[in-house]
């Protein structure tokens, strides 16, 4: 398989006061089209600020990735249509939009990207199908589960079938039950349409689940399985 996403020594730190936190150094990664990705570490370790960076939310201090070997950045122009388009994103917070409905909140990436809003409900609607969401489709979030705002969210980030989903504490709110449906559901997308993984978790019984789990420690990544 093909190398589809790259990392090449991104460092990244914070400053608070006159003290300097660096939080990622020199880390380099080399991410497979149709992986799945685990990365673990304590809190505060840094998963969320690598996340952001794969997921151009942040830029580096220093450093550069490479989307099929084309440089990119935060910087480059429409960096927003360029995340719609080929980045899928899941929160541990779902944040739904409160006043839009199921297939409303899982639309509004489609129809940004162009397509009309009336051809943006019908792939929200297939895509829901596909999730075992079809009797919710007219609720509002607060009308839902945690399990199942949790399955809007993920419909929202596939609907303009991005080749990676970054994934950040996707089951953190979730009791076992709800946890254990989203993985299986994030691994049968996977296989279905081979979309990329990165997800980050405490859980390592779901990082052991992955085809790679890397943990996150003093800045630096450590690659502690490869393959199952």
């Known amino acids: 398989m093909a190398v589809i996403y790259r990392m090449d020594s991104v460092s990244k730190s914070y400053s608070t006061g006159e003290t300097n936190i660096k939080v990622l150094e020199k880390l380099s990664l080399e991410i ?8 673990t570490g304590k809190s505060g370790s840094g998963k969320s600020t690598l996340l952001h960076i794969l997921g151009l939310l942040d830029a580096p201090d220093s450093g550069r990735l490479f989307y099929k070997e084309k440089e990119i950045s935060t910087n480059i122009r429409n960096i927003e249509t360029f995340r719609n388009k080929h980045i899928g994103f899941v929160f541990q917070f ?29 792939m929200a609607k297939s895509i829901l199908e596909k999730m075992d969401m079809s009797s919710r489709l007219n609720h509002f979030p607060n009308q839902l589960s945690g399990g199942e705002q949790q399955r809007v969210a993920i419909a929202r980030a596939l609907i303009n079938k991005p080749d990676i989903i970054i994934a950040d504490e996707p089951t953190g709110n979730l009791d076992k039950g709800h946890s254990d449906d989203i993985i299986a559901l994030f691994k049968n997308l996977n296989e279905e ?3 990329t993984l990165i997800l980050a978790t405490h859980d390592v019984e779901i990082a052991c689940s992955m085809k790679n789990h890397y943990v996150l420690e003093n800045g630096t990544l450590l690659h502690i399985r490869n393959g199952i």
């Open 193 to 195: 349409f081979q979309q």
């Open 32 to 39: 497979i089209s149709g992986d799945t990705i685990a990365i």
């Open 94 to 122: 779902h944040y739904l939009m409160a006043d839009f409905t199921t297939i409303e909140n899982v639309a509004m990436p489609a129809a940004i990207s162009g397509h009309p809003w009336k051809k943006a409900k019908v």
